[in-house]
């Protein structure tokens, strides 16, 4: 099994250790895990090279790739971030926005109906459930059937001083979450819900079509959707 990880964040805090406490329920001998920092691939600019020219062309591929490769191979992708002003940290946001081009209205990569997310943060007050509904949202548009969500409120500025009592109730989602995870890996995650399939069919007639992006047309013919 391969697993990547998105860290939306470069300190290890509540959010970190939270989905440290999954993983660690979820990871068996023999799986590889890839890890990658969002604040260390540079953000994405807007030029729109990934859609008109192709992902190949993002000015940022040589640190951007490793990460979007990543995700084609995994079986579970998980993305983490504490929760900024009531959302996701700015760097995680600019990593989803590398991924532009993998939405059901561009590119979707035919491997992601087979994967689960995972999503995860961590608050000290209030934040945490929006933030992993705006990462499962992310999920959504690439196409991934399910995915799994854990906001939490510790009460508390660091790790380390949250509570022994809120850890332990941490401890016990996220062993319930990892058991959640263990049955569905290794099957068919299942295909996408009803309105992912919809927009599918919409953008399928509008790229049999004129007009429309060619990359994103040519990509759609090599797949045999139109």
């Known amino acids: 099994m391969k697993i990547v990880v998105f860290h939306g964040q470069n300190h290890k805090g509540s959010t970190y250790h939270t989905t440290k406490l999954i993983l660690d329920r979820v990871v068996s001998p023999g799986d590889t895990v890839l890890e990658f920092q969002a604040n260390r691939i540079p953000p994405c600019v807007g030029c729109f090279t990934c859609f008109m020219k192709g992902e190949e062309k993002c000015p940022h591929r040589e640190a951007f790739g490793p990460a979007a490769e990543a995700v084609e191979e995994a079986d579970l992708v998980v993305a983490e971030s504490p929760a900024y002003v009531m959302g996701m940290t700015g760097q995680l946001k600019s990593l989803f926005d590398h991924f532009g081009y993998r939405w059901v209205v561009h590119r979707p990569h035919p491997s992601m109906r087979n994967k689960i997310g ?109």
Not at 119 to 142: E, L, M, Y
Not at 156 to 170: D, M, P, T
Request: no cysteine.
């Open 118 to 226: 995972l999503a995860v943060s961590t608050t000290a007050g209030a934040g945490a459930g929006r933030v992993t509904k705006d990462i499962a949202r992310q999920f959504f548009w690439w196409g991934i059937p399910k995915t799994y969500r854990l906001g939490v409120a510790v009460a508390a500025l660091s790790w380390q001083e949250v509570s022994e009592k809120n850890k332990a109730k941490i401890g016990k989602k996220a062993e319930k979450l990892a058991g959640s995870i263990k049955k569905r890996l290794g099957k068919k995650a299942g295909k996408p819900n009803f309105r992912w399939r919809l927009i599918f069919s919409v953008i399928r007639k509008v790229m049999q079509g004129d007009g429309w992006n060619d990359t994103d047309k040519v990509y759609w013919k090599q797949n045999g959707w139109i």
